[in-house]
T-cell receptor, first 112, second 112 residues
Framework: KQEVTQIPAALSVPEGENLVLNCSFT??????LQWFRQDPGKGLTSLLL?????REQTSGRLNASLDKSSGRSTLYIAASQPGDSATYLCAVNGGSQGNLIFGKGTKLSVKP | SQTIHQWPATLVQPVGSPLSLECTVE??????LYWYRQAAGRGLQLLFY??????ISSEVPQNLSASRPQDRQFILSSKKLLLSDSGFYLC???????????FGNGTRLTVT
Protein backbone atom coordinates (compact mmCIF):
# COMPACT_ATOMS: atom_id res chain seq x y z
CA LYS A 1 0.00 0.00 0.00
CA GLN A 2 1.41 3.37 -1.01
CA GLU A 3 2.28 5.74 1.81
CA VAL A 4 3.36 9.34 1.42
CA THR A 5 5.29 11.17 4.12
CA GLN A 6 6.16 14.85 4.35
CA ILE A 7 8.80 16.14 6.71
CA PRO A 8 8.83 18.53 8.47
CA ALA A 9 5.19 18.99 9.42
CA ALA A 10 5.80 22.70 9.92
CA LEU A 11 8.54 25.12 8.91
CA SER A 12 9.14 28.78 9.71
CA VAL A 13 11.68 30.83 7.75
CA PRO A 14 12.55 34.51 7.36
CA GLU A 15 11.58 36.26 4.18
CA GLY A 16 14.07 35.91 1.33
CA GLU A 17 15.37 32.52 2.37
CA ASN A 18 15.57 29.63 -0.07
CA LEU A 19 13.93 26.48 1.27
CA VAL A 20 13.29 22.84 0.48
CA LEU A 21 10.23 20.78 1.33
CA ASN A 22 10.53 17.01 1.33
CA CYS A 23 8.21 14.24 0.25
CA SER A 24 8.85 10.50 0.34
CA PHE A 25 6.77 7.58 -0.90
CA THR A 26 7.04 3.85 -0.33
CA UNK A 27 6.13 2.41 -3.75
CA UNK A 28 8.21 3.63 -6.68
CA UNK A 29 5.67 2.39 -9.26
CA UNK A 30 4.03 5.75 -9.88
CA UNK A 31 2.69 7.55 -12.94
CA UNK A 32 3.36 11.02 -11.64
CA LEU A 33 3.75 13.18 -8.55
CA GLN A 34 2.05 16.48 -7.89
CA TRP A 35 2.71 19.33 -5.51
CA PHE A 36 -0.16 21.44 -4.22
CA ARG A 37 -0.63 24.51 -2.11
CA GLN A 38 -3.52 24.92 0.33
CA ASP A 39 -4.41 28.20 2.00
CA PRO A 40 -6.43 28.03 5.26
CA GLY A 41 -10.04 27.05 4.66
CA LYS A 42 -9.54 26.77 0.91
CA GLY A 43 -9.19 24.09 -1.70
CA LEU A 44 -5.89 22.91 -3.13
CA THR A 45 -4.07 24.67 -5.94
CA SER A 46 -1.94 22.58 -8.27
CA LEU A 47 1.65 23.87 -8.41
CA LEU A 48 3.66 21.33 -10.35
CA LEU A 49 3.19 17.89 -11.86
CA UNK A 50 6.17 15.66 -12.57
CA UNK A 51 5.73 12.65 -14.79
CA UNK A 52 7.47 9.45 -13.75
CA UNK A 53 9.90 9.82 -16.67
CA UNK A 54 10.92 13.34 -15.64
CA ARG A 55 13.51 14.46 -13.13
CA GLU A 56 12.24 17.96 -12.43
CA GLN A 57 9.73 20.68 -13.26
CA THR A 58 10.00 24.42 -12.78
CA SER A 59 7.44 27.18 -12.45
CA GLY A 60 8.66 30.63 -11.54
CA ARG A 61 10.38 30.44 -8.14
CA LEU A 62 9.33 26.84 -7.66
CA ASN A 63 11.33 23.79 -8.69
CA ALA A 64 10.22 20.24 -8.00
CA SER A 65 12.47 17.23 -8.39
CA LEU A 66 11.67 13.54 -8.52
CA ASP A 67 13.90 10.56 -7.72
CA LYS A 68 11.55 7.68 -8.34
CA SER A 69 14.03 4.94 -7.51
CA SER A 70 14.62 6.30 -4.02
CA GLY A 71 10.99 7.32 -3.51
CA ARG A 72 11.71 11.00 -2.97
CA SER A 73 10.62 14.38 -4.23
CA THR A 74 11.60 17.87 -3.16
CA LEU A 75 9.97 21.24 -3.70
CA TYR A 76 12.46 24.08 -3.80
CA ILE A 77 11.16 27.61 -3.19
CA ALA A 78 13.56 30.40 -4.05
CA ALA A 79 13.57 33.79 -2.36
CA SER A 80 10.60 33.03 -0.15
CA GLN A 81 7.93 35.69 0.45
CA PRO A 82 5.23 36.08 3.13
CA GLY A 83 2.67 35.26 0.44
CA ASP A 84 4.20 31.80 0.16
CA SER A 85 2.85 30.99 3.62
CA ALA A 86 0.50 28.03 3.22
CA THR A 87 0.40 24.26 3.59
CA TYR A 88 2.19 22.38 0.82
CA LEU A 89 1.07 18.87 -0.04
CA CYS A 90 2.56 16.29 -2.31
CA ALA A 91 0.59 13.46 -3.85
CA VAL A 92 1.55 10.42 -5.89
CA ASN A 93 -0.49 8.81 -8.61
CA GLY A 94 0.02 5.08 -8.77
CA GLY A 95 -3.11 4.10 -10.70
CA SER A 96 -4.55 4.59 -14.15
CA GLN A 97 -7.63 6.30 -12.73
CA GLY A 98 -5.57 9.19 -11.45
CA ASN A 99 -6.33 8.52 -7.80
CA LEU A 100 -3.81 10.44 -5.77
CA ILE A 101 -2.38 9.42 -2.42
CA PHE A 102 -1.59 12.52 -0.38
CA GLY A 103 0.89 13.31 2.30
CA LYS A 104 -0.28 15.28 5.33
CA GLY A 105 1.53 18.40 4.20
CA THR A 106 4.13 20.84 5.44
CA LYS A 107 2.82 24.07 6.91
CA LEU A 108 5.13 26.86 5.80
CA SER A 109 5.30 30.24 7.49
CA VAL A 110 7.45 32.96 5.93
CA LYS A 111 8.12 35.79 8.37
CA PRO A 112 8.49 39.37 7.04
CA SER B 1 -10.76 28.23 -19.37
CA GLN B 2 -11.93 25.52 -17.04
CA THR B 3 -13.62 26.27 -13.73
CA ILE B 4 -15.01 24.15 -10.94
CA HIS B 5 -17.90 25.19 -8.73
CA GLN B 6 -18.68 23.57 -5.42
CA TRP B 7 -21.45 24.49 -3.03
CA PRO B 8 -22.39 25.25 -0.37
CA ALA B 9 -19.22 26.62 1.22
CA THR B 10 -20.36 25.77 4.74
CA LEU B 11 -23.09 23.55 6.09
CA VAL B 12 -24.31 22.67 9.58
CA GLN B 13 -26.59 19.66 9.73
CA PRO B 14 -28.06 17.62 12.59
CA VAL B 15 -27.30 13.94 13.00
CA GLY B 16 -29.68 11.81 10.97
CA SER B 17 -30.44 14.49 8.37
CA PRO B 18 -29.79 13.98 4.64
CA LEU B 19 -26.93 15.55 2.71
CA SER B 20 -26.43 16.71 -0.84
CA LEU B 21 -23.27 18.46 -2.01
CA GLU B 22 -22.96 19.46 -5.63
CA CYS B 23 -20.00 20.07 -7.87
CA THR B 24 -19.94 21.20 -11.49
CA VAL B 25 -17.09 21.71 -13.93
CA GLU B 26 -17.12 24.08 -16.88
CA UNK B 27 -14.88 24.35 -19.91
CA UNK B 28 -14.02 20.70 -20.40
CA UNK B 29 -15.76 17.49 -21.40
CA UNK B 30 -15.67 13.98 -19.96
CA UNK B 31 -13.45 14.91 -17.03
CA UNK B 32 -12.43 12.50 -14.29
CA LEU B 33 -14.25 13.66 -11.14
CA TYR B 34 -13.32 13.07 -7.52
CA TRP B 35 -14.67 13.59 -4.01
CA TYR B 36 -12.10 13.90 -1.22
CA ARG B 37 -12.56 14.46 2.50
CA GLN B 38 -10.05 16.23 4.69
CA ALA B 39 -10.44 15.73 8.43
CA ALA B 40 -8.56 17.75 11.03
CA GLY B 41 -5.06 16.38 11.53
CA ARG B 42 -5.43 13.85 8.75
CA GLY B 43 -4.54 13.82 5.11
CA LEU B 44 -6.92 13.92 2.20
CA GLN B 45 -8.93 10.76 1.81
CA LEU B 46 -10.37 9.80 -1.58
CA LEU B 47 -14.04 8.93 -1.22
CA PHE B 48 -15.33 8.46 -4.78
CA TYR B 49 -14.14 8.90 -8.33
CA UNK B 50 -15.86 8.79 -11.69
CA UNK B 51 -14.47 8.42 -15.21
CA UNK B 52 -17.83 8.87 -16.94
CA UNK B 53 -21.57 9.42 -16.54
CA UNK B 54 -23.06 6.83 -14.22
CA UNK B 55 -19.65 5.32 -13.45
CA ILE B 56 -18.83 5.64 -9.76
CA SER B 57 -16.08 3.90 -7.84
CA SER B 58 -15.90 3.97 -4.07
CA GLU B 59 -12.61 3.87 -2.23
CA VAL B 60 -13.87 3.36 1.29
CA PRO B 61 -17.01 1.87 2.81
CA GLN B 62 -19.02 4.60 4.45
CA ASN B 63 -22.27 6.37 5.02
CA LEU B 64 -21.98 8.36 1.81
CA SER B 65 -22.80 7.83 -1.85
CA ALA B 66 -22.01 9.66 -5.06
CA SER B 67 -23.73 10.12 -8.39
CA ARG B 68 -22.83 11.63 -11.75
CA PRO B 69 -26.10 12.44 -13.52
CA GLN B 70 -24.43 14.61 -16.16
CA ASP B 71 -20.98 14.72 -17.72
CA ARG B 72 -19.76 17.62 -15.62
CA GLN B 73 -21.86 17.22 -12.49
CA PHE B 74 -20.86 15.23 -9.43
CA ILE B 75 -23.05 14.89 -6.34
CA LEU B 76 -22.18 13.61 -2.89
CA SER B 77 -25.09 12.39 -0.79
CA SER B 78 -26.08 10.77 2.44
CA LYS B 79 -29.46 9.59 3.66
CA LYS B 80 -28.60 9.97 7.34
CA LEU B 81 -25.57 11.92 8.53
CA LEU B 82 -23.35 10.71 11.36
CA LEU B 83 -21.18 12.83 13.63
CA SER B 84 -18.15 11.22 12.01
CA ASP B 85 -19.18 12.67 8.63
CA SER B 86 -18.03 16.12 9.73
CA GLY B 87 -15.10 17.41 7.72
CA PHE B 88 -13.95 19.42 4.74
CA TYR B 89 -15.23 17.96 1.48
CA LEU B 90 -13.41 18.73 -1.73
CA CYS B 91 -14.46 18.07 -5.29
CA UNK B 92 -11.77 17.82 -7.97
CA UNK B 93 -11.38 17.13 -11.67
CA UNK B 94 -8.71 16.21 -14.17
CA UNK B 95 -8.59 15.64 -17.92
CA UNK B 96 -6.85 12.31 -17.53
CA UNK B 97 -4.83 10.26 -15.05
CA UNK B 98 -1.71 12.06 -16.21
CA UNK B 99 -3.05 15.59 -15.92
CA UNK B 100 -3.02 17.99 -12.98
CA UNK B 101 -5.82 17.66 -10.46
CA UNK B 102 -7.88 20.82 -9.93
CA PHE B 103 -9.87 21.37 -6.76
CA GLY B 104 -12.95 23.34 -5.86
CA ASN B 105 -13.02 25.58 -2.80
CA GLY B 106 -14.53 22.90 -0.60
CA THR B 107 -17.52 22.53 1.72
CA ARG B 108 -17.05 22.67 5.47
CA LEU B 109 -19.61 20.23 6.91
CA THR B 110 -20.37 20.18 10.61
CA VAL B 111 -22.72 17.51 11.88
CA THR B 112 -24.20 18.38 15.28
Amino acid sequence: KQEVTQIPAALSVPEGENLVLNCSFTDSAIYNLQWFRQDPGKGLTSLLLIQSSQREQTSGRLNASLDKSSGRSTLYIAASQPGDSATYLCAVNGGSQGNLIFGKGTKLSVKP
Amino acid sequence: SQTIHQWPATLVQPVGSPLSLECTVEGTSNPNLYWYRQAAGRGLQLLFYSVGIGQISSEVPQNLSASRPQDRQFILSSKKLLLSDSGFYLCAWSDSYNSPLHFGNGTRLTVT
